[in-house]
T-cell receptor, first 114, second 114 residues
């Protein structure tokens, strides 16, 4: 079945460091791919998305490119801030499911130190 | 701009007690979902609904029931709570199939069963 694998955390970085959180997927067809962010004590918020191969999603300085050849959707940011500390979830649309619900990775916790 | 509202935010139940979690959305979304979030497990789909009067099982439906009597509301019921149901529950809504839309999440309900 469809699945998402993301790097295990926690990831601890210093402010202004470069961030990469790896995400790979297994899917039939051509799913849409998403990154969600969860700040402490809150629900998940959509960070960015890409709906077809080679698309690049971007938002708030974060970027991810839909790579069909490597089945990946890695999240990157050039210079992280303390306010980026959160849990990040990679997800894909389950086109094989009856109603296309999202399948989530297990999440990667990011801590940014001043 | 309420979005998705979950009530209650916190609850402690004794084993065997019952309760209902309420999810309300004001975006006229057709699709609604209930997920549970557990450490190291990511988000797992419990039940979902593709419109008023419809419900369907997700990945982990046992021990839960749902109802969607009104388009804007999606209720999650626990008839006889068990400690294994201690979790954070998230409701989400969407305009439609996930190829082009993301979810809007509520802020969650933290449930402890003792």
């Amino acid at each position: 079945g469809n699945s998402v694998t993301q790097m295990e955390g926690p990831v601890t970085l210093s402010e202004e460091a470069f961030l990469t959180i790896n995400c790979t997927y297994t899917a039939t067809g051509y799913p849409s791919l998403f990154w969600y962010v969860q700040y402490p004590g809150e629900g998940l918020q959509l960070l960015l998305k890409a709906t077809k191969a080679d698309d690049k999603g971007s938002n708030k300085g974060f970027e991810a490119t839909y790579r069909k050849e490597t089945t990946s959707f890695h999240l990157e940011k050039g210079s992280v801030q303390v306010s980026d500390s959160a849990v990040y979830f990679c997800a894909l649309s389950d086109l094989g499911g009856s109603q296309g619900n999202l399948i989530f990775g297990k999440g990667t916790k990011l801590s940014v130190k001043p | 701009n309420a979005g998705v509202t979950q009530t209650p935010k916190f609850r402690v139940l004794k084993t065997g007690q019952s309760m209902t979690l309420l999810c309300a959305q004001d975006m006229n979304h057709e699709y609604m979902y209930w997920y549970r979030q557990d450490p190291g497990m990511g988000l797992r789909l419990i039940h979902y609904s593709v419109g008023e009067g419809t419900t369907a099982k997700g990945e982990v439906p046992d021990g839960y029931n749902v109802s969607r009597l009104k388009k804007q509301n999606f209720l999650l019921g626990l008839e006889s709570a068990a400690p294994s149901q201690t979790s954070v529950y998230f409701c989400a809504s969407s305009q439609g199939r996930q190829g082009n839309y993301g979810y809007t999440f509520g802020s969650g309900t933290r449930l402890t069963v003792v």
